[in-house]
């Protein structure tokens, strides 16, 4: 056990946790028994499930591979992954649900787990038994709670049906009572995991601001997982991306969403499409993208002032009359920003290539990085499915930081710069 | 040089500073009192919990925890009493009954609390942390209350009888009875925390315990008195640990019964070992079951 640093509230070592896969017991003597005999007598496993690699029969799989962390006091820190990447593994053992198989940790104070809303609630008591009886549960004395209790029903917004039994409030209700216990707990570290997914978008928001005041004010650490990066974004100074068990990333918010949603042709100025390898993914036979570059470029990063020139070719599938195109461009997030729009581009026959170059007029961005996707339609499919969702998502660009009137413009501003307002009296 | 005094400042927060320490290795033996004790309040209301909560929405409300006793005392008493004559070495039969009941029906409570403590949690174990002890400690003493309740008709019953004269000679060994309390609680609460431990893996004895209770129940001078098992058996009868505690209890209220401490300390050994054993069993269980459950 090594020494944790002063300011330090949570230090994880060679955090490990391993599942077994395949026999996890069978849940009866009778099989398990069978299971042993088998595999005494160097027999298949009658309970195996058919057709099991042989890697996975009591094999093993690692949830969490190795994690070295150390959060300090007062620090909000995100977690983001993929599903399985073992980010509520990692809370789970803070939390002490379960324990590691290898490694340990230790932590400063007492942890809070929200890893669901309203944990123990009994749908016979009043709200204000519950409030007792879930902070308790969440490791709160009854005089904490008694000091407290006026806030969080202010909090909840429910003081109206605080004497009702909880079996009678709608979800909205419900849920807001429960968050509004875990987020005046006294613990020093507050875990939660997509606790936020459910509520209305104000009470989100309110939960959200009291979450970071407790943080900036009374030094609480926050420890939260979501798959919403505009929370993430919105909560945290600090993230950690997870990807099969193990720390990719830590460190800056944008940075970690960047390293978590970036494919791997970010650095790309061009690229071919090999359509074997689409073709089935891709539900529309209109044509098959082959090739797109920026022309005259060998970087994808513009400067302010920079025009985009793009270049497409593909190989027509079916006689084309009228081809529209529209490229749609996103943030970073992912959140749709803008689209340019193409309309009655290009004609041509079953088998011919086809290629076009388009100009676009990308100043309207802030820095940043931008996602983009073709989406070819014609007027005799309008309705066909985008040429590619994944496989053909469109080429990345960055562009770089530029001044607007008088001051660089703040990538929270937004991504857009719509130009100076007018007066007009 | 001018020194800043920084200690003025009247609020001070106070920041918990303990360091927990959390890893791969377990001892074999790791209950940690004082934090059970930290969680007095969650005991506490859980109790309260479960008080409020099993009777509502009936009419006759809390007043049912003293009228299941009494009921299948009746029941007893006309079954076992009446149709099949079982002597009671000359007690009344209803008070006979009814001791052997209420006892009986708190070590089974207590019993079938501990063995549900990991399957009938395991939401709330899964989402979050607190000594898992606390729910069967809980329900020991949700249990106690409704054995204090039943116990204080009970007493009240036996004064009424000892007045018009009926064949009850309550005596010193009612001091016993905290010990013989305590002690029930504390197997029924053992053998529950084994059972609950093997049952995360294998449901089959889920089904098993409740034929297991009731089996145990005949093999228990509950329904009979000792007086009644033929001589050569009934140190083998003793042997089962609830038998002493039963037979004392009533051997302490009704006057009438086979009392021995030979039997009795046998019994407490028992006791503590399987409480022992439970505890070490539950320790191991609770850090992981929540994954093979």
Same mark, same amino acid.
């Not at chain 1, 896969?21 to 309970?47: C, F, H, M």
């Not at chain 1, 109206?160 to 419900?174: L, N």
């Not at chain 1, 036979?285 to 302010?304: A, M």
């Not at chain 2, 004269?165 to 013989?180: D, M, R, S, Y």
């Given at each position: 056990?090594?020494?944790?640093?002063?300011?330090?509230?949570?230090?994880?070592?060679?955090?490990?946790?391993?599942?077994?896969? +395949?026999?996890?017991?069978?849940?009866?003597?009778?099989?398990?028994?069978?299971?042993?005999?088998?595999?005494?007598?160097?027999?298949?496993?009658?309970?195996?499930?058919?057709?099991?690699?042989?890697?996975?029969?009591?094999?093993?799989?690692?949830?969490?591979?190795?994690?070295?962390?150390?959060?300090?006091? +007062?620090?909000?820190?995100?977690?983001? +992954?993929?599903?399985?990447?073992?980010?509520?593994?990692?809370?789970?053992?803070?939390?002490?649900?379960?324990?590691?198989?290898?490694?340990?940790?230790?932590?400063?104070?007492?942890?809070?787990?929200?890893?669901?809303?309203?944990?123990?609630?009994?749908?016979?008591?009043?709200?204000?038994?519950?409030?007792?009886?879930?902070?308790?549960?969440?490791?709160?004395?009854?005089?904490?709670?008694?000091?407290?209790?006026?806030?969080?029903?202010?909090?909840?917004?429910?003081?109206?049906?605080?004497?009702?039994?909880?079996?009678?409030?709608?979800?909205?209700?419900?849920?807001?009572?429960?968050?509004?216990?875990?987020?005046?707990?006294?613990?020093?570290?507050?875990?939660?995991?997509?606790?936020?997914?459910?509520?209305?978008?104000?009470?989100?928001?309110?939960?959200?601001?009291?979450?970071?005041?407790?943080?900036?004010?009374?030094?609480?650490?926050?420890?939260?997982?979501?798959?919403?990066?505009?929370?993430?974004?919105?909560?945290?100074?600090?993230?950690?991306?997870?990807?099969?068990?193990?720390?990719?990333?830590?460190?800056?918010?944008?940075?970690?969403?960047?390293?978590?949603?970036?494919?791997?042709?970010?650095?790309?100025?061009?690229?071919?499409?090999?359509?074997?390898?689409?073709?089935?993914?891709?539900?529309?036979?209109?044509?098959?993208?082959?090739?797109?570059?920026?022309?005259?470029?060998?970087?994808?990063?513009?400067?302010?002032?920079?025009?985009?020139?793009?270049?497409?070719?593909?190989?027509?599938?079916?006689?084309?009359?009228?081809?529209?195109?529209?490229?749609?461009?996103?943030?970073?997030?992912?959140?749709?920003?803008?689209?340019?729009?193409?309309?009655?581009?290009?004609?041509?026959?079953?088998?011919?290539?086809?290629?076009?170059?388009?100009?676009?007029?990308?100043?309207?961005?802030?820095?940043?990085?931008?996602?983009?996707?073709?989406?070819?339609?014609?007027?005799?499919?309008?309705?066909?499915?985008?040429?590619?969702?994944?496989?053909?998502?469109?080429?990345?660009?960055?562009?770089?930081?530029?001044?607007? +009137?008088?001051?660089?413009?703040?990538?929270?501003?937004?991504?857009?710069?719509?130009?100076?307002?007018?007066?007009?009296? | 040089?001018?020194?800043?005094?920084?200690?003025?400042?009247?609020?001070?927060?106070?920041?918990?500073?303990?360091?927990?320490?959390?890893? @791969?290795?377990?001892?074999?033996?790791?209950?940690?009192?004082?934090?059970?004790?930290?969680?007095? &309040?969650?005991?506490?209301?859980?109790?309260?919990?479960?008080?409020?909560? @099993?009777?509502?929405?009936?009419?006759?409300?809390?007043?049912?925890?003293?009228?299941?006793?009494?009921?299948?005392?009746?029941?007893?008493?006309?079954?076992?009493?009446?149709?099949?004559?079982?002597?009671? &070495?000359?007690?009344?039969?209803?008070?006979?009954?009814? @001791?052997?009941?209420?006892?009986?029906?708190?070590?089974?409570?207590?019993?079938?609390?501990?063995?549900?403590?990991?399957?009938?949690?395991?939401?709330?174990?899964?989402?979050?942390?607190?000594?898992?002890?606390?729910?069967?400690?809980?329900?020991?003493?949700?249990?106690?209350?409704?054995?204090?309740?039943?116990?204080?008709?009970? !007493?009240?019953?036996?004064? *009424?009888?000892? *007045?018009?004269?009926?064949?009850?000679?309550?005596?010193?060994?009612?001091?016993?009875?905290?010990?013989?309390?305590?002690?029930?609680?504390?197997?029924?609460?053992?053998?529950?925390?084994?059972?609950?431990?093997?049952?995360?893996?294998?449901? &089959?004895?889920?089904?098993?315990?409740?034929?297991? /209770? @009731?089996?145990?129940?005949?093999?228990?001078?509950? *329904?009979?008195?000792?007086?009644? /098992?033929?001589?050569?058996?009934?140190?083998?009868?003793?042997?089962?640990?609830?038998?002493?505690?039963?037979?004392?209890?009533?051997?302490?209220?009704?006057?009438?019964?086979?009392?021995?401490?030979?039997?009795?300390?046998?019994?407490?050994? *028992?006791?503590?070992?399987?409480?022992?054993?439970? !505890?070490?069993?539950?320790?191991?269980?609770?850090?992981?079951?929540?994954?093979?459950?």
């Amino acid at each position: 056990m090594l020494e944790m640093r002063e300011n330090c509230v949570i230090k994880t070592e060679h955090l490990s946790k391993e599942y077994r896969l +395949g026999v996890i017991g069978t849940g009866t003597l009778r099989r398990d028994l069978q299971s042993w005999y088998a595999k005494r007598r160097g027999r298949e496993d009658p309970n195996s499930i058919i057709g099991t690699p042989d890697y996975e029969k009591g094999d093993s799989f690692l949830a969490l591979d190795d994690v070295n962390i150390e959060i300090n006091r +007062g620090e909000r820190v995100g977690i983001i +992954g993929a599903n399985g990447a073992g980010k509520s593994t990692l809370l789970k053992l803070l939390s002490r649900v379960t324990s590691p198989t290898d490694g340990s940790f230790q932590f400063r104070g007492r942890i809070a787990s929200m890893l669901e809303v309203g944990t123990g609630f009994h749908a016979e008591l009043t709200g204000r038994e519950n409030i007792y009886l879930n902070g308790a549960i969440l490791g709160m004395n009854r005089s904490e709670v008694s000091a407290k209790i006026d806030d969080i029903i202010s909090f909840s917004e429910c003081e109206k049906f605080i004497d009702t039994p909880v079996k009678r409030y709608s979800s909205g209700m419900f849920v807001k009572l429960a968050f509004s216990v875990a987020a005046h707990l006294d613990a020093e570290i507050m875990i939660m995991d997509e606790v936020l997914a459910v509520g209305d978008m104000r009470f989100q928001r309110k939960c959200l601001k009291k979450m970071r005041e407790l943080a900036e004010q009374e030094e609480r650490t926050v420890l939260y997982v979501s798959h919403n990066m505009s929370t993430i974004q919105e909560l945290c100074n600090r993230c950690i991306v997870l990807e099969q068990g193990k720390v990719i990333f830590d460190g800056d918010v944008d940075e970690a969403i960047k390293c978590y949603l970036g494919g791997e042709n970010d650095e790309f100025f061009s690229a071919e499409y090999e359509d074997d390898k689409y073709k089935d993914k891709v539900n529309n036979n209109l044509l098959c993208l082959e090739r797109v570059k920026y022309n005259g470029r060998t970087t994808n990063i513009f400067y302010p002032g920079e025009k985009m020139l793009l270049q497409l070719e593909w190989k027509n599938l079916m006689d084309i009359d009228n081809l529209n195109l529209r490229i749609e461009v996103y943030d970073y997030r992912r959140y749709p920003i803008t689209s340019f729009l193409a309309e009655n581009i290009y004609k041509g026959k079953s088998g011919e290539n086809g290629s076009l170059r388009l100009g676009l007029d990308i100043d309207m961005l802030t820095q940043g990085v931008y996602y983009t996707r073709y989406v070819f339609t014609s007027s005799l499919k309008p309705d066909a499915e985008p040429e590619t969702v994944e496989a053909a998502s469109g080429l990345v660009f960055r562009k770089t930081r530029r001044n607007v +009137g008088s001051q660089p413009w703040k990538k929270s501003w937004g991504s857009v710069v719509l130009g100076e307002a007018e007066i007009i009296e | 040089m001018i020194k800043f005094n920084t200690d003025f400042d009247s609020e001070v927060k106070l920041v918990n500073n303990d360091i927990t320490y959390v890893s @791969s290795k377990h001892k074999l033996f790791n209950v940690n009192l004082k934090e059970i004790w930290q969680y007095r &309040d969650l005991i506490l209301l859980f109790v309260k919990r479960d008080l409020t909560t @099993s009777y509502k929405q009936t009419i006759l409300g809390p007043l049912w925890i003293l009228i299941n006793p009494l009921l299948s005392t009746t029941v007893f008493t006309v079954i076992f009493g009446i149709i099949a004559g079982i002597p009671t &070495d000359g007690m009344p039969q209803f008070l006979f009954y009814m @001791s052997g009941n209420i006892l009986w029906g708190f070590f089974s409570s207590c019993l079938n609390r501990g063995s549900g403590t990991f399957l009938g949690n395991v939401r709330l174990f899964g989402k979050v942390y607190f000594p898992r002890l606390v729910m069967p400690i809980s329900g020991i003493i949700y249990n106690l209350v409704n054995f204090f309740l039943q116990t204080s008709v009970f !007493v009240i019953l036996v004064i *009424v009888y000892a *007045v018009i004269g009926a064949n009850v000679h309550p005596n010193w060994l009612i001091a016993l009875t905290p010990l013989l309390v305590l002690q029930t609680a504390m197997l029924g609460t053992g053998m529950g925390l084994i059972i609950s431990s093997i049952t995360t893996k294998y449901r &089959d004895l889920n089904v098993l315990v409740g034929f297991g /209770v @009731s089996l145990l129940m005949y093999i228990t001078p509950v *329904v009979y008195p000792i007086s009644q /098992v033929p001589v050569n058996f009934r140190w083998l009868m003793l042997l089962n640990p609830v038998a002493p505690i039963v037979e004392t209890y009533r051997c302490a209220f009704l006057g009438r019964g086979s009392f021995e401490w030979p039997f009795l300390l046998i019994s407490l050994a *028992v006791t503590a070992g399987l409480l022992f054993w439970g !505890v070490v069993v539950f320790n191991k269980v609770e850090k992981n079951f929540i994954d093979t459950v």
